[in-house]
């Protein structure tokens, strides 16, 4: 039941997926590396990305509703680097990743539109939006998109710091 809405997050999710692919391209020897010290390594970006061990997106988004909104705290900054993830290679955790994302877009795909109004409040969300009351396309949009992005600048100065050459990710 695609409709206008997720075919959009789709595709800037899908640009951004790409962008990420192009920056880790050639980092699998860098996954412990960091631009500077005490700034997280490849693994740690990627391991904050994928959110903590078990987090189940699905369950999240069938959170949001059309009346009273349930609160949904993040945290910022947070890295979950279990043993497990210490152990994944680089196409691991990129695996894993799509595996969200596929997750994700699976469950929105299902949704109408009227549906895809349901919101919750995200206090994070307050000084991006001007509210903390958040639509669920603007979320999936928000961590998909946004929150990838912010990140792959991240990794694309760990990229240099690696001596690797620099790879020029698409313009979203």
Known sequence: M???TVNELRKKSDAARDDLGRVLHGMERHLEQADAPGEWT???VLCHLL???GWKPVALLERFATDTFPLIEITPGVTSVTPERQRMTLAELTAALDDQRRE???YLET???QDLERKARIPIFQ???GTDEVPLPVFVGGILEYHWRRHIEQLEKIRAAAGLPVI???VA
Request: aromatic residues 10%; proline residues 10%; without cysteine.
């Open 111 to 113: 949704l109408s539109a």
């Open 2 to 4: 695609a409709n206008a």
């Open 51 to 53: 959110f903590e061990p």
């Open 42 to 44: 490849a693994r740690q």
């Open 168 to 170: 020029s990710a698409g």
């Open 127 to 129: 000084p991006l939006l």
């Open 104 to 106: 994700i877009f699976a």
